[in-house]
């Protein structure tokens, strides 16, 4: 018994070293030291929550990163009630259910139902007809990877690619349809054909695999954010982190040494048993491994970022035309604006503006113009400006602003992006007690990098 008692404490506690305190990695940390098992998160920059950072200033409340997190997953409100955040969360106004695409030069609601896309004018009768088509068009199964341009033109039409399927990859991944991967970036799109050989079929037929595996829709998944922004969230986690959370503290590489990891930093080493990369790619890239097998990260600066500006836009209600009854609107490359979209942000949340005022959110750059993103602040203000005032009826200048600029963004999930994942699991494989998890792998979304945290708490867990 007590041999016993030794080796399950020995184990309880093996320490773990999580590089990145992201929402990714501080989720990881979070469930790990809940089960009692000795952590570090290792952050570089001098705060936590990586791209998530809310902002209040003269009553408006600005997200310079993400706006929203999507429930596609019960780990996502698990993790919300674990925090103690369940009376802060935020749900997203019923009222507000509009979503619109841009087509000819204004925004236009999407359909929600049947009856509505039979008569929307958003696409045209060929195009609607290409979906009455579409469970007959036959499964590709050869093996070839498509990018998601070649697989809606394939399985649509070239229409549903330019003024709907194009606003939403720019929308989500700020990406290029022609470049996407249809496997990697919409899996679930690409796993439908896989599995009932057809879209409409999966989202009929594929109800039952969805329920039973607790996965929600991205259509029907609830919205929610905090009562000061999605930071309350980053900012909970790191408070129960408490001293574990290492700020301003650059990780340069690790060491395989004596059955452990010895993480190298600026100021010295510290050994570990297990190292949970949380990080970025491109950063990955810069990092030195030493361990008996060989591991070469170099092929990770190959991945892709799109450089991405939110432009936070504050006005007086009478200076909007628009009702702004939504969540937003996206627009399409080929109705040659500047913005990728833009989010009723004040529509969505309550106290996001004073009274009488309204926040917009609007982006600019990635795949589509990536040149713009870096533009001046004034100009990127201006940019914004042009196309709010042709798309919603904005008129003069706003009373609230704030530009941010992420030169690496989001990765892009592009056709042979498989590589990447594959190398990923030979390293865990060539290397024990090594982990990687985060958006460069897991999906880019919030949600998706939650999940990924809960999931790689629970393989270092198991391991």
């Known amino acids: 018994m007590q041999t016993a008692t030794r080796a399950l404490t020995s184990f309880a506690l093996k320490s773990v070293a999580i590089i990145g305190a992201?929402?990714?990695g501080l989720t990881a940390a979070f469930y790990l030291k809940r089960k009692s098992v000795p952590v570090t998160v290792?952050?570089?920059?001098?705060?936590?929550?990586?791209?998530?950072?809310?902002?209040?200033?003269?009553?408006?409340?600005?997200?310079?990163?993400?706006?929203?997190?999507?429930?596609?997953?019960p780990r996502i409100p698990q993790l919300v009630h674990d925090a103690g955040l369940a009376t802060r969360r935020r749900y997203a106004d019923a009222g507000a259910k509009n979503r619109y695409l841009v087509r000819d030069r204004r925004p236009v609601a999407m359909p929600g139902s049947l009856p509505q896309f039979v008569t929307t004018k958003l696409f045209s009768g060929?195009?609607?007809?290409?979906?009455?088509?579409?469970?007959?068009?036959p499964a590709r199964r050869d093996?070839?990877?498509?990018?998601?341009?070649?697989?809606?033109?394939?399985?649509?039409?070239?229409?549903?690619l330019e003024r709907a399927v194009d606003a939403l990859v720019a929308g989500i991944y700020a990406g290029d349809p022609e470049k996407l991967s249809v496997r990697h970036a919409l899996p679930r799109l690409y796993e439908q054909e896989q599995r009932y050989g057809s879209l409409l079929r999966g989202q009929v037929f594929g109800a039952r695999h969805r329920k039973r595996s607790g996965e929600i829709p991205r259509s029907r998944a609830k919205m929610f954010s905090f009562d000061q922004?999605?930071?309350?969230?980053?900012?909970?986690?790191a408070l129960a982190i408490g001293d574990s959370l290492k700020l301003g503290t650059a990780v340069s590489g690790i060491a395989r040494r004596d059955g452990g990891w010895q993480v190298a930093t600026a100021g010295g080493e510290a050994r570990h048993d297990v190292v949970v990369y949380c990080g970025t790619a491109h950063r990955l890239a810069e990092w030195r491994i030493e361990s008996p097998a060989p591991v070469d990260l170099s092929v990770f600066a190959e991945v892709r970022y799109a450089p991405v500006?939110?432009?936070?836009?504050?006005?007086?209600?009478?200076?909007?035309?628009?009702?702004?009854?939504?969540?937003?609107?996206?627009?399409?490359?080929?109705?040659?604006?500047?913005?990728?979209?833009?989010?009723?942000?004040?529509?969505?949340?309550?106290?996001?503006?004073p009274a009488g005022a309204v926040v917009l959110t609007s982006y600019i750059g990635g795949e589509r113009q990536p040149a713009l993103a870096g533009r001046p602040a004034d100009e990127l203000v201006r940019l914004a400006l042009d196309d709010l005032g042709t798309l919603l009826g904005v008129k003069g200048e706003p009373v609230f602003r704030q530009v941010a600029f992420y030169p690496k963004a989001i990765p892009q999930y592009n056709v042979g992006y498989g590589r990447f994942k594959q190398r990923l699991d030979e390293i865990e494989g060539k290397a024990p007690g090594l982990f990687f998890a985060g958006h460069y792998r897991d999906g880019v979304s919030l949600g998706d990098s939650i999940v990924s945290g809960c999931n790689i708490a629970d393989r270092v867990s198991n391991f």
């Open 126 to 137: 060929r195009a609607k007809l290409a979906v009455l088509r579409e469970p007959f068009v």
């Open 309 to 353: 500006a939110s432009i936070v836009l504050g006005f007086r209600r009478e200076a909007v035309r628009h009702p702004l009854d939504g969540f937003g609107m996206l627009v399409p490359g080929i109705e040659r604006f500047n913005i990728l979209g833009s989010i009723f942000s004040s529509s969505l949340f309550p106290d996001r503006a």
């Open 229 to 237: 922004g999605l930071q309350v969230l980053p900012d909970a986690l």
């Open 42 to 73: 290792y952050e570089a920059a001098d705060r936590a929550g990586g791209v998530i950072r809310s902002s209040r200033q003269d009553g408006f409340l600005a997200e310079a990163g993400p706006n929203t997190i999507l429930e596609t997953s």
């Open 143 to 160: 093996g070839v990877e498509e990018s998601v341009a070649e697989f809606v033109r394939r399985r649509l039409n070239g229409e549903f």
């Open 22 to 24: 992201g929402i990714t």
